[in-house]
Every structure is written in C-alpha cells, then in structure tokens.
C-alpha cells in the first residue's frame, strides 16, 4: 500500500521548543528584544500575518533579518506551516539555505531572526533587470539545486520552489527560502510518502499535481514535483517569462501533458543547446521519466566552470517542443493550497 500524506508519519514535528515571553506593567517588546541582543530597523516587507524588519545584532552591529508573526491572526494550518518552516531551519545548514539564527514567542507574536539578503528576490531580479544571461543563471542554478539536492537527501521536500522564494544575499548568492509547505517525504521503512494535496504556486506546479486521477485523487511523489518546479525556475530566469500560461488551468494541464511549450523567440538563439535539453528533461510530464536531482547535478550544462564557454553539445536527442505563447513573468504572491 502506498503511504500519502494524510498519514500522520509524514507530517514534520510542530511541537518545537521556544522561549515564551509576557509583558508586564507596560514594559514593550522592544526591551524584551534589546535584551535578546538585537534591534528592530527599518520595515522592508508586509503581508496579511507577516511583517519583515532590517534587524541589528547588537553584539557586533551585524545585519539580520526578523520576520514578525502575527499567531493569533494565523489559522491553525497557517501556524503549522510556520512550524514546518521553523523545523526545516533548524534541521538544515547549506550555504544556499537561508540560515536561522534564532526564534522566540512575545505576547502573541513570534520572532524570527534570520540570514538578511540585501538584493531581494530572484523573481524581483528577473522582473527588474529582465533575463538572466546564460553564465550567471547557470551559477544561481547551480546553487539552487544544490541547496534542493540537499534537502532532497535529507528526505525532505520544498513543495513550493519558485523564483520568490529564492533571496539573493549582498554578494549575489542564491539563498533557498520559505519552507512552510514542505514536509519529509520518504522514510526508510516506508519507502516515499506521496503526496495528495494540491499546494504550491501554479505557474510552478507539475501535472501531476494540477491533474487529478481518473478517479477524482491524487497521489505525487513531491520531490520529483521539485524538479518540474526546478526546470520552471531556470526557464523562467533565462526567458523572463513562464513555460506554460497560468491562467487556463485546463489549457495549461494540456500543454503540459503534450509538451506543447517553447523558448521565447528572443531568447532561443541567445542559449546553448545544453540548458536548452536540461530544461527539457526538467520538464518532462512524466514523472517516472523525469530527470533525477543526481541526473541534473551530473548535467554538461552544470559540469562547465562559469567562466568557460559553452562547448559544441549534441542535439540530436532532445526532443523537439511545441509552440505555444508564453508570458511576461507576473508577481509571485498567489500560492494554491487545498
């Protein structure tokens, strides 16, 4: 019997420990926070249950990042995410993970002091400065699937990879972030636990997850739905826009199915033959054929030093896609979950 899961052997830990603090007599969090040792700065992003500040450490004036939680505005799958996320942190340390450095509960909101990256997204790099040149988008994605290799071997799964939840420090490294979807995904004496729900961010999700069974489930390996999510991360930055357009659903599932995709026109001439087959083997329907993150790592186009030329790569076994439009790379903020 195949484990999914709905089965409670696949949910992450959320029973995490924390330091827990009350204010008292009209003390603020502030004092509470100054004596942890950091700072609260600036404001530098806000969402519907978050709030992100540029944080001082006062030890030796080194910049942070504190992501500011609302718990008692969270629903209860939203606080299981931001459980998730907090157990992933502190099981994970890769030089292209976002590095925790410490989290503790004021009131009824949780702290959560992290790796600052000064250059923002990847998806705002890509919107701003338009495509990425072939040389540095085979560094990024070098060290993004590196950082998902990693996290694969450990046995979990991202679940919603995309170009936003990529950070670029100050010296232009890529940094993997926000884990709240993912979830440990095989365990040795229960081989993979697949998966049944649809989460994730659209325009980055796999067939297999868009398109249910024939009798009305689902039922997905999520780390070989990770590499669809790679292939349309490296599509995207070197095309600034998107394989397969989101807003057909039922169109969109189609041309998954048959390939029917290309690179855009502007661009086609622009890439090697070798990033050109690596996207294609990304992004193959089938997941049982798909490229393995041991198939990508061992790839020519990730095999060159990123200041060598490219060399002459044989064509002749990549498969040939279809036509079909593709679309200026939009915001990323909307994420499915069901």
Same mark, same amino acid.
């Not at 250059?119 to 919107?127: F, I, N």
């Not at 029917?260 to 050109?276: A, D, G, I, M």
């Given at each position: 019997?195949?484990?999914?899961?709905?089965?409670?052997?696949?949910?992450?830990?959320?029973?995490?420990?924390?330091?827990?603090?009350?204010?008292?007599?009209?003390?603020?969090?502030?004092?509470?926070?100054?004596?942890?040792?950091?700072?609260?700065?600036?404001?530098?992003?806000?969402?519907?249950?978050?709030?992100?500040?540029?944080?001082?450490?006062?030890?030796?004036?080194?910049?942070?990042?504190?992501?500011?939680?609302?718990?008692?505005?969270?629903?209860?799958?939203?606080?299981?995410?931001?459980?998730?996320?907090?157990?992933?942190?502190?099981?994970?340390?890769?030089?292209?993970?976002?590095?925790?450095?410490?989290?503790?509960?004021?009131?009824?909101?949780?702290?959560?002091?992290?790796?600052?990256?000064?250059?923002?997204?990847?998806?705002?790099?890509?919107?701003?400065?338009?495509?990425?040149?072939?040389?540095?988008?085979?560094?990024?994605?070098?060290?993004?699937?590196?950082?998902?290799?990693?996290?694969?071997?450990?046995?979990?799964?991202?679940? +919603?990879?995309?170009?936003?939840?990529?950070?670029? +420090?100050?010296?232009?490294?890529?940094?993997?972030?926000?884990?709240?979807?993912?979830?440990?995904?095989?365990?040795?004496?229960?081989?993979?636990?697949?998966?049944?729900?649809?989460?994730?961010?659209?325009?980055?999700?796999?067939?297999?997850?868009?398109?249910?069974?024939?009798?009305?489930?689902?039922?997905?390996?999520?780390?070989?739905?990770?590499?669809?999510?790679?292939?349309?991360?490296?599509?995207?930055?070197?095309?600034?826009?998107?394989?397969?357009?989101?807003?057909?659903?039922?169109?969109?599932?189609?041309?998954?199915?048959?390939?029917?995709?290309?690179?855009?026109?502007?661009?086609?001439?622009?890439?090697?033959?070798?990033?050109?087959?690596?996207?294609?083997?990304?992004?193959?329907?089938?997941?049982?054929?798909?490229?393995?993150?041991?198939?990508?790592?061992?790839?020519?186009?990730?095999?060159?030093?990123?200041?060598?030329?490219?060399?002459?790569?044989?064509?002749?076994?990549?498969?040939?896609?279809?036509?079909?439009?593709?679309?200026?790379?939009?915001?990323?903020?909307?994420?499915?979950?069901?």
């Amino acid at each position: 019997m195949k484990e999914t899961d709905d089965k409670d052997s696949s949910k992450i830990p959320i029973n995490l420990q924390t330091d827990i603090y009350q204010t008292k007599d009209g003390e603020k969090p502030d004092s509470i926070i100054a004596r942890r040792g950091y700072r609260l700065k600036d404001k530098i992003g806000a969402g519907a249950f978050a709030t992100v500040f540029k944080t001082i450490r006062l030890t030796d004036d080194f910049v942070v990042a504190c992501k500011v939680i609302e718990v008692k505005r969270k629903r209860k799958e939203r606080l299981t995410d931001l459980k998730n996320e907090l157990f992933v942190l502190e099981k994970v340390e890769h030089p292209n993970i976002v590095k925790l450095f410490e989290h503790f509960v004021i009131d009824d909101k949780v702290y959560i002091f992290m790796e600052f990256a000064a250059s923002g997204t990847l998806s705002e790099y890509v919107r701003k400065k338009g495509p990425v040149k072939e040389k540095r988008a085979r560094r990024w994605f070098r060290e993004i699937a590196s950082a998902m290799h990693h996290l694969h071997r450990l046995n979990i799964s991202h679940r +919603d990879l995309k170009l936003g939840n990529i950070l670029l +420090d100050n010296e232009k490294k890529a940094k993997v972030t926000d884990f709240g979807l993912s979830r440990i995904s095989y365990r040795p004496t229960k081989g993979v636990l697949y998966c049944t729900s649809c989460c994730g961010t659209e325009p980055y999700m796999a067939p297999e997850i868009l398109k249910k069974r024939s009798d009305g489930t689902r039922l997905y390996d999520p780390m070989i739905a990770d590499i669809w999510a790679l292939g349309v991360c490296l599509y995207a930055m070197v095309n600034k826009a998107y394989p397969f357009n989101p807003e057909d659903k039922e169109l969109m599932i189609s041309n998954q199915l048959h390939r029917k995709w290309k690179f855009v026109r502007r661009q086609k001439n622009k890439l090697s033959n070798e990033v050109k087959d690596l996207v294609r083997h990304m992004l193959e329907p089938n997941p049982r054929k798909r490229i393995t993150m041991l198939g990508i790592m061992g790839h020519p186009w990730l095999k060159h030093d990123e200041h060598a030329d490219a060399v002459a790569f044989d064509s002749s076994k990549q498969t040939s896609p279809n036509t079909v439009s593709t679309i200026r790379l939009p915001g990323e903020s909307t994420k499915s979950r069901k």
